[in-house]
């Protein structure tokens, strides 16, 4: 062979490797890239709610919608038209949401999704769908990338912060594909905060560059009305899930699962169970499945006809009667553990929006915190397998990466525990009935988590630690502080009890406000209170001042109500006479908070910055307690010594401060230099008072 040839060869092999290093480094790189913009992007986890949804699928359940004519429309690409589909709650119309994404993945026809939550912060966000469809774009759109990744390496960040911005982003890609358009199906619209279109937004949409299904429990207004009838309101084709519509497919699915069932269920029992049940459930996908859940556990064909002929009229009528079933069999260590299950469960109602908003499922944490008040202490030993036997099947154990979430497994049944707190006590299942006096249930776990439990000692020593040498501390020193926090702040807040208190209920109030009474006055609640100063002060959080102030308006706004209770006592016959005793237990109690707040008040003035609401200057007296308690010295001497936590710089009052180390060596506190902020322990970007709140005081993970 020629040394030329074999010089060519060798070329060519070259020229091919070298190829080849290319194409992988090409490859490796656009790997990098896109797990930078999504780390950016920092999407909603959307996958999972579609596979959920498309679990609850029954094959040909959803043929109807298939095949009507307004589907048909909206699916012809030169439509320039929205979908809109409506239902109550549990008739299936996320099931739809997620059956017509997983029809349009098998056609190979692009889709990107998202299901709105209002209990949940991101997914109420319209910031959040942005983030997320741009995600979901960005495989199927090289372009999307590019375009992306400029934003990004521009802005700086770790990740994106500007909703504008995002919007613009998340518009262009949807509109950029000139072969065919993108679906977009959009679940919950009704939950949204803020989704509305712009005028050429609207324009896009008539143009059928973009094609959007949307779904809700009714039809929302989010198209902008334009004067002089530019850019005009796309036409919407609407499908409504309605008993009738759903019944025959209802029907089927209970026929199917009826079939499953053992073998001495008779045709005859058969039958009553698919009449039953199907019509019983008047169009609730969900009334139905939980309804057969119930008739598979009967363990008698007269128990499974005693269920078929007491079924309820809705849905709430069926949490009452599921949980009402599960107690005839439950022990009464199985009911406390379950009661307080349902007490902590919706975090909504009791802590404040700003918090609630980002932990909307009770963490696993506190399920273990509050199994282990109930346990004397001790753990259990395994708390998310004893939520879930509790609480099925209207409860789900989540599993995170390392956790679980425990929260209802729909919507309606928050707004069923909200009302019992209202309810006649003879009406409520056993396990709901401490829910007529939560503040105060909750309020004992946490004077017991404060004073018993060792886990606050450890904070409380770790937080002093952290403190003293200037550390930052996040969620892993900060654990279950926020609940019992709030949990004690509910409580101080409560400004009645029920008119028709049981005799139970009666010995509850005065145990429960003998134990808060008796916390508040003495040095148990030394612990608290230092815990508290050095997490607020430290981040100059005023949040605390406006709790105490908001507890002092409440108790004078109830002492003031019961002005003349002895008289109104007085004149109650002999029935109504027994609730004296909680009631004269329960007005010590608020005379006892009246005290404890305004001395609170005083300390706060006189070792922080702080203001009232309208911004003006405290001006609380020096309360006589202070030189006849000890605790209220002590309480004093513990603002005093941590103030120092507190940043110099008074135009910053409330706003994110950080210790930063001068070229000497010096540290000291700096205010930032714009609105927004970086966590100097994860680095983290933040923007606005409310986001450093919330990140301070549980987000940060260092």
């Not at 609380?620 to 309480?635: A, E, H, I, Q």
């Not at 210790?659 to 933040?686: M, N």
Request: with cysteine.
């Amino acid at each position: 062979m020629m040394i030329a040839e074999i010089d060519r060869i060798a070329l060519a092999a070259h020229i091919k490797e070298a190829k080849e290093v290319r194409e992988r480094t090409a490859t490796d790189k656009e790997e990098q890239d896109l797990h930078e913009l999504l780390r950016w992007l920092s999407p909603s986890l959307v996958e999972d709610d579609l596979r959920k949804h498309l679990n609850e699928y029954m094959d040909m359940s959803l043929d109807w919608l298939v095949a009507s004519k307004q589907f048909k429309d909206w699916m012809d690409p030169s439509s320039g038209k929205v979908l809109q589909i409506t239902g109550r709650p549990g008739s299936g119309k996320s099931t739809a949401a997620s059956f017509v994404v997983q029809r349009l993945l098998e056609a190979e026809l692009p889709v990107v999704y998202f299901f709105f939550d209002d209990s949940d912060a991101e997914k109420k966000e319209t910031s959040h769908l942005y983030r997320t469809i741009l995600a979901q774009l960005l495989p199927l759109d090289h372009t999307v990338a590019g375009a992306l990744m400029k934003v990004y390496r521009k802005s700086g960040r770790t990740s994106a912060e500007s909703s504008f911005e995002l919007r613009e982003l998340y518009w262009q890609a949807l509109t950029s594909r000139q072969d065919r358009p993108i679906h977009v199906v959009l679940d919950a619209i009704d939950e949204s905060h803020r989704l509305r279109f712009s005028g050429e937004e609207q324009d896009d949409i008539n143009a059928g560059k973009v094609k959007f299904l949307f779904t809700g429990r009714e039809r929302k207004d989010v198209f902008y009305v334009t004067r002089g009838g530019e850019s005009p309101e796309p036409v919407t084709l609407e499908l409504t899930m309605d008993r009738q519509m759903l019944a025959p497919y209802i029907k089927k699915y209970t026929w199917q699962r009826v079939q499953a069932l053992q073998a001495n269920f008779d045709q005859d029992l058969r039958s009553q169970v698919i009449d039953k049940v199907s019509d019983g459930a008047d169009g609730i996908w969900l009334f139905a499945s939980l309804m057969l859940d119930e008739v598979e556990k009967a363990p008698s064909k007269e128990r499974v006809i005693q269920r078929l002929t007491s079924i309820p009229s809705e849905i709430s009528g069926l949490y009452h009667d599921i949980l009402q079933s599960r107690e005839r069999h439950a022990t009464q260590d199985q009911q406390e553990f379950a009661s307080q299950l349902f007490l902590w469960l919706d975090i909504r109602d009791y802590l404040p929006e700003f918090l609630a908003d980002d932990f909307d499922r009770l963490p696993y944490y506190i399920l273990r915190l509050i199994f282990r008040f109930v346990n004397g202490g001790g753990e259990v030993f395994d708390a998310a397998k004893l939520a879930k036997a509790l609480g099925a099947p209207l409860i789900e154990v989540q599993g995170l990466s390392s956790s679980y979430e425990v929260n209802f497994v729909h919507r309606s049944a928050y707004q069923y525990l909200s009302n019992t707190a209202n309810q006649p006590l003879a009406d409520l299942p056993v396990v709901l009935r401490p829910q007529r006096l939560k503040p105060l249930h909750r309020a004992a776990v946490a004077v017991w988590y404060f004073t018993e439990c060792s886990d606050s000692l450890d904070m409380l020593e770790a937080l002093q630690s952290a403190a003293e040498t200037e550390r930052f501390f996040g969620r892993d020193i900060i654990g279950p502080y926020i609940e019992m926090q709030y949990a004690l702040v509910d409580a101080l807040n409560m400004r009645g009890l029920p008119k028709d208190l049981s005799s139970e209920e009666i010995a509850q109030v005065q145990t429960f406000s003998g134990q808060l009474t008796g916390f508040l006055q003495s040095d148990q609640v030394l612990r608290w209170v230092e815990i508290a100063t050095i997490i607020n002060y430290s981040g100059n959080h005023a949040q605390l001042l406006d709790n105490v102030l908001t507890g002092l308006k409440a108790s004078d706004q109830r002492l003031t109500r019961q002005q003349g209770l002895d008289q109104i006592l007085a004149q109650m016959n002999g029935t109504e006479n027994r609730l004296r005793p909680a009631y004269d237990d329960f007005m010590v109690l608020r005379g006892c908070i009246k005290s404890f707040c305004s001395e609170w008040a005083y300390i706060i003035q006189e070792t922080t910055s702080w203001q009232m609401y309208d911004e003006t200057e405290l001006a609380f007296p020096k309360p006589d307690s202070l030189d006849m308690n000890g605790t209220v010295t002590k309480r004093l001497a513990i603002g005093q010594k941590w103030r120092k936590l507190l940043p110099p710089d008074d135009e910053y009052i409330g706003e994110p401060q950080v210790w930063t180390t001068s070229g000497s060596g010096e540290q000291r506190f700096e205010k930032p230099q714009s609105s927004l902020f970086q966590c100097p322990a994860c680095s983290q970007v933040l923007g606005g008072r409310a986001n450093w709140k919330r990140h301070r005081m549980r987000m940060c993970n260092r």
